[in-house]
Nanobody, 125 residues
Framework: QVQLVESGGGLVQAGGSLSLSCAAS????????MGWYRQAPGKQRELVAAITSGGSTNYADSVKGRFTISRDNAKNTVYLQMNSLKPEDTAVYYCNAQIDVMEVLTTRVQEHDYWGKGTQVTVSS
C-alpha cells in the first residue's frame, strides 16, 4: 500500500506565498514523475507542475515564473513553492506520483498512479 500525504496550503492574500509538500510512503520500489495538480470549483483538474526523477520540470503557463517544484528523492517528497499568488490560484491542490511497487507474491515491479487527498489553497484579493 502506498500513500501520498500533503501538507501546507491555507489562506493567503494576493501577492503572498505558500508552500506545499507531499510525502510518499509505503511499499515503494522507486518513484518516477511527481507533480501537482489543482482543481477550482466548476473547473477540470489541471496540471500545475511536474518533475521527473532526474529533476526535469514542467509548468503550466499560468504559473511559470511564480511557482517552483522540487523534490527530495531521499525523503520521497515533492514540494511546491508558490509565490506572487493570485486569486485565480485558488483551488484544491493534489499531489500525484507514478510509483513503482514490487508485488508481494510475484516480486514483479509495476508502476501505479497515486493521488493525495488534496489541500485547499485560497488566495484573497
Amino acid at each position: 500500500q502506498v500513500q501520498l500525504v500533503e501538507s501546507g496550503g491555507g489562506l493567503v492574500q494576493a501577492g503572498g506565498s505558500l508552500s506545499l509538500s507531499c510525502a510518499a510512503s509505503g511499499r515503494i520500489f522507486s518513484i518516477n514523475a511527481m507533480g501537482w495538480y489543482r482543481q477550482a470549483p466548476g473547473k477540470q483538474r489541471e496540471l500545475v507542475a511536474a518533475i521527473t526523477s532526474g529533476g526535469s520540470t514542467n509548468y503550466a503557463d499560468s504559473v511559470k515564473g511564480r511557482f517552483t517544484i522540487s523534490r527530495d528523492n531521499a525523503k520521497n517528497t515533492v514540494y511546491l513553492q508558490m509565490n506572487s499568488l493570485k486569486p485565480e490560484d485558488t483551488a484544491v491542490y493534489y499531489c500525484n506520483a507514478q510509483i513503482d511497487v514490487m508485488e508481494v507474491l510475484t516480486t514483479r515491479v509495476q508502476e501505479h498512479d497515486y493521488w493525495g487527498k488534496g489541500t485547499q489553497v485560497t488566495v484573497s484579493s
